[in-house]
């Protein structure tokens, strides 16, 4: 099993950026795919971005592509999401996930989930 620890979250002005870090536990961060998600209020849970074991494979949602960037540190055993231009629609609860890596799709079937960093954007 995979432990994951998001961080990163704030409030922020429409059209900045922030960072989020998952931290996850364990010595066998390389064998999971790794990916963010997101819950606004009143709203279900919507996929974010998402990157393979390695970093081979990346997804990302219609709505936050070019703004936002996945990426991991393997040694570190740490994703991160860098978000810019970020906007009021960004708001939410960003959490992370984990999954034994899978050539399926990187949008799905996540078995490990954090609790979560609330991310405001204010218009």
């Known amino acids: 099993q995979v432990q994951v620890v998001e961080s990163g979250g704030g409030l922020v002005q429409a059209g900045g950026s922030l960072r989020l870090s998952c931290a996850a536990s364990?010595?066998?961060?390389?064998?999971?795919?790794m990916g963010w998600f997101r819950q606004a209020p009143g709203k279900e849970r919507e996929f974010v971005a998402a990157i393979s074991n390695y970093g081979y494979r990346i997804s990302y949602a219609d709505s936050v592509k070019g703004r936002f960037t996945i990426s991991r540190d393997n040694a570190k055993n740490t994703v991160y999401l860098q978000m810019n231009s970020l906007k009021a629609e960004d708001t939410a609860v960003y959490y992370c996930?984990?999954?034994?890596?899978?050539?399926?799709?990187?949008?799905?079937?996540?078995?490990?989930w954090g609790q979560g960093t609330e991310v405001t954007v204010s218009s």
């Open positions: 364990g010595r066998t961060f390389s064998v999971y795919d």
């Open positions: 996930a984990a999954r034994r890596a899978t050539i399926a799709l990187l949008t799905r079937d996540y078995d490990y």
